[in-house]
Structure formats: structure tokens, C-alpha cells
């Protein structure tokens, strides 16, 4: 692969430009610069070069400075300029657009000219977002047919129809969950964010209990004050806790006493009888015993997740996991025999030193304990992760052998009974991939389909929550974030009521 050093004149769409090149260009080959001379060197290389001309309101001013950009900016009007330049060859895009479309046509403009260069490693055209499905609930609404909606995707977008077949099956399971939107039902997201031990890919804010665990009580106790005072406010609004849903983390690192102290609180603040899915994120095996599980079934938590991640023990030890394969299957029959209407269980394709065969193994592994909810995620190597720190040290798949994972998982899945659900990207993922929520007939989460759809409230509580406060009639949403860190969220809680009046 040739490298491509970009020179950036304007940095206002970065991010989305780094986005789209990452398309086609491995990260070890793209460099960005504004400076020309660094710009030219690299050409004088044999590197390919791309120039990225000014393109926003302000930067039209310095035009009229005597600044040599073919750039043009008129109020409602915004134009810009792709070059790229390999060798003798010099080939531009400039592209014309209102702003209302500016970063849809920008990015198509350029993949254009990428394409003719690079052979794109992703099948979802233009799409780098997190929720692509969105935008087919979009089109649904203006009233587009689904061949018109199949075009749409495919000429604006440049997604491929087998990518477009996954989006529209998707929307059309999501929408009787998810329309028409009821204003006056809440889900509730509640965030315990410790972990036993931090695994070797994971980027969230995670508090390891080894180092952490004399928090949980402090944490604890405000929590349950947030809770309290949350839940009031919105009964005082007459609005209806329809979904509780509690993540982290790993919400078993709780003590089975904790845990019983946090669902009677939630018990005693809201009617339970109204909730139509309470999901208690189990998690990890090595932290569920059955006096925890019967905890949770008492309080009338009716679906779980026990995540196996991958079934080999190898790789289960080398992301840093304290449990085995065993450990799994064993938690798995003990919930089974308890009874929970749902059981999820998530899958990691692309974990390091995992090959096909090891794959395929977990697929039927899972398959053999019969969960009614199955999450198929592609590894993701996100910044804040200790697999990113020390990539040299691990063997990661290649795209399309990944690729060749999740096809052999969808057809074994859709072999025994599963249907995909919901879905959405993360940044980072190998192959530029995405991760799937598949469920048997009638098990499809409401929250996981809300959380992905942004039409429904979702109050979060806790450190690192993120509530989204939806305004349908406007089509818009609010986030309101609390403090990410355990001891910030501790130290200003009185910060983090204030934001709730
Ligand atoms: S269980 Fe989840 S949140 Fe906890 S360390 Fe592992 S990936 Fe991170």
C-alpha cells in the first residue's frame, strides 16, 4: 500500500476527513501535516500526497488576504477542493454543496477520489457513525418505500447491498419496538464501574477492584442517593419507568448484600409492575454465584448477561479474564435453572491469536448453552486500551479473516433460530466491521434498541453515565454526562444532583 501524506489547511472537519481516509488507508500509512515543505519531501518520496483546501465561512476572509485556495464560501454556499497528487499526476474534486449537506457530499466527494487509488477495506461506503441504522428509520419516516430506501443507501451512501440488506432487516425488527415513540416512557441506565480486572481490550472507564474495591461503598451510597432523588423527579412528571438496565463495568462485582441494597432501592422508587425489561449486566462469570443470581430473579430482574467473550481458555487468560471456559457453562445452567426470561451472551470476533477454527469453536460452544440473546462484537483497538499500548506484543487477524468470522457466525446463528436485532460500529474495529445483537423470536432487547436509536429518553445514572433527553418533536436530542471518574462523581456529588433540576 502506497502512503498518502495529507496536507491539512483547515482542520474544522479533521476529524471526519481522518474518518473516511482510514477507508482506504492503513493508519500506518497516513500521515496529515499543514506543513508544505514536510508535504513536498514526502511527494519527492514517491509517497502520494492529497491537499485538503480551506473550506469554511471564516477561512473566506483570508481569501480576500491574497491566500492562493481555490475556496469559495458564500453564506448558504460552501465550496472545496481535493488534490491529490502522485508523481506527475495531478487530478482535483471540488465540490459545490449548501452546508445543510456539506459533510455528507465532502465525504463522498473524496471517497470518489480515494477510490480511484485505493481499494476501500469497508463495505459501508461513507458511513464511519456509530449507529448506521438511524438513518434508515429517517428515510422511513419522510415515507420512502424500501427499494426507494435500498437507493438511497446505495448512491448517497455507497453501502453495499449486503451491508443494506442488514440495515433494513434491522430497521424493520426495531420499528413496532420502537414507534410510535411514547413521550412519556423512560428507560433508566444505571452504571456500576468496577471490573475484577481490566481486560486487555477494553477502553471504557473501568475501576479494577484490585485497586478500587474500597470505593464501592462510598460510590455505592451516592448512587443510591441519585437514584432516589431521579426517580422522583421523574414520577413527578408523571412519566413511566418502562426499562431499567444495569451496565458498568461489571455490575457483579457488586457483593450479593450491595447488590440487594441497590435493587431494593430501585424497588422501593419506582412500581416495578410497569417495567417491561430489567437487564442486570452479569457479565463476567468469575463474579456470579447463586446467591447473587437468586438476588437479582428476587428483585425481578428478568434478563442477564453472562459474557464468555470467546470460549477458549488461552485467549480467555491472555485478555485478562480470571475465569475458564468451564466457569462459563457452569454459571450459564445455574441462571438457566433459576430462570430468567432472557439470557444474553456476548462474543468478541478478532480476539488476538485466535484463528477460524478457534472461532467457529466458540460459536458452537454458545450455541450449545442456549441463550436467547447473542451479541456478536469485531474486536475494536481503541486508544485508551492496554491492547493498543502494546500491540507489537499480539497477532491480531487479518480484515477478512474476521470478516469470514462474523459470515460463519450470522449463517450458524441464523442456522439455530437467531435473527439479527440491533446493531451498531465503534471506531477502531478490525475490517471496519461492525457488532451485531442477534435474538430468538420475541427475546429482542427494548433497551439495546432504544440506546441505538436515540428516539427515547434514557436517564443514566452513575459515573460515566451519559443520559440522552429526547425531544422527538423537534428530532433532537440532549446529553447530560456525569462526572466519568469514581472519585469525581464521589467528591462533587452535589454537582451532579444540581444538573437534575
Ligand atoms: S468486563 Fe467489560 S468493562 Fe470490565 S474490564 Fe472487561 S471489557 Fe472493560
Known amino acids: 500500500m502506497k502512503n498518502l501524506m495529507v496536507l491539512v489547511k483547515n482542520r474544522k472537519y479533521f476529524y471526519d476527513l481522518e474518518n473516511l481516509l482510514e477507508i482506504f488507508v492503513l493508519k500506518s500509512h497516513l500521515s496529515f501535516t499543514d506543513d508544505e515543505a514536510v508535504y513536498h519531501e514526502c511527494l519527492l518520496k514517491g509517497d502520494y500526497g492529497l491537499i485538503v483546501d480551506k473550506f469554511d465561512c471564516d477561512e473566506f ?46 465525504k463522498r466527494a473524496l471517497y470518489e477520489l480515494m477510490v480511484k487509488y485505493y ?11 456509530i449507529r448506521p441504522v438511524k438513518i434508515v428509520h429517517e428515510l422511513m419516516d419522510q415515507g420512502y418505500s424500501t427499494s426507494e430506501i435500498r437507493i438511497q443507501l446505495s448512491e448517497l451512501y455507497l453501502i453495499t447491498d449486503e451491508k443494506i440488506d442488514l440495515l433494513l432487516e434491522i430497521a424493520q425488527k426495531e420499528r413496532p419496538y420502537l414507534f410510535p415513540v411514547e413521550n412519556d416512557k423512560i428507560s433508566i441506565y444505571i452504571c456500576i464501574p468496577f471490573c475484577p480486572t481490566r481486560c486487555l481490550y477494553c477502553s471504557f472507564p473501568s475501576n479494577s477492584l484490585e485497586k478500587k474495591a474500597k470505593l464501592v461503598p462510598l460510590y455505592l451510597d451516592k448512587l443510591l442517593e441519585e437514584i432516589k432523588v431521579t426517580f ?14 444495569i451496565g458498568g463495568g461489571t455490575p457483579t462485582s457488586l457483593d450479593s448484600t450491595q447488590m440487594a441494597l441497590l435493587l431494593e432501592t430501585i424497588q ?23 446467591t447473587k443470581l437468586r438476588v437479582l430473579k428476587k428483585y425481578g430482574v428478568d434478563r442477564i448477561c453472562i459474557n464468555p467473550q470467546t470460549m477458549n481458555d488461552k485467549t480467555l487468560k491472555l485478555i485478562g479474564r480470571n475465569h475458564v471456559v468451564s466457569d462459563i457453562q457452569k454459571v450459564m445452567q445455574l441462571a438457566k435453572t433459576i430462570g430468567f426470561r432472557s439470557i444474553n451472551m456476548d462474543l468478541i470476533m478478532g480476539l488476538p491469536e485466535e484463528d477460524i477454527e478457534l472461532a467457529r469453536h466458540t460459536i458452537k460452544e454458545t450455541l450449545k448453552l442456549d441463550p436467547e440473546n447473542i451479541t456478536i462484537h469485531t474486536l475494536a483497538v481503541k486508544r485508551a486500551s492496554r491492547l493498543n499500548e502494546s500491540l507489537e506484543n499480539f497477532e491480531l487477524s487479518h480484515d477478512h479473516t474476521v470478516e469470514t468470522m462474523m459470515h460463519e457466525s450470522e449463517s450458524a446463528l441464523r442456522g439455530s433460530g437467531y435473527t439479527p436485532y440491533y ?15 442477534y435474538a430468538k423470536r420475541g427475546y429482542e432487547s427494548l433497551y439495546n434498541m432504544r440506546i441505538m436509536e436515540e428516539r427515547h429518553t434514557i436517564m443514566a445514572l452513575g459515573a460515566g453515565a ?19 471518574g469514581v472519585e469525581d ?13
Open 61 to 106: 476572509m483570508n481569501i480576500a488576504d491574497g491566500e492562493p485556495y481555490t475556496f469559495m464560501d458564500l453564506e448558504s454556499e460552501i465550496r472545496l477542493r481535493f488534490e491529490m497528487q502522485t508523481g506527475n499526476h495531478n487530478e482535483f474534486i471540488e465540490l459545490k454543496t449548501i452546508k445543510a449537506h456539506f459533510k455528507r457530499k465532502m
Open 119 to 129: 481499494e476501500p477495506m469497508s463495505k459501508w461506503g461513507i458511513l464511519v457513525g
Open 466 to 484: 451519559v443520559s440522552k433527553i429526547c425531544f422527538p418533536e423537534e428530532n433532537r436530542f440532549e446529553r447530560v454526562a456525569n462526572f466519568k
Open 423 to 437: 446493531m451498531y460500529r465503534q471506531k477502531k474495529m478490525i475490517g471496519h466491521l461492525e457488532n451485531v445483537g
Open 268 to 290: 422501593n422508587a419506582t412500581d416495578l409492575s410497569l417495567v417491561k425489561e430489567f437487564t442486570v449486566e452479569a457479565g463476567r462469570p468469575d463474579t456470579i454465584d447463586e
Open 232 to 245: 422522583e423527579l421523574i414520577h413527578k412528571k408523571n412519566q413511566i419507568i418502562d426499562c431499567i438496565y
Open 489 to 501: 462523581y464521589i467528591t462533587r456529588f452535589e454537582e451532579v444532583l444540581a444538573k437534575k433540576y
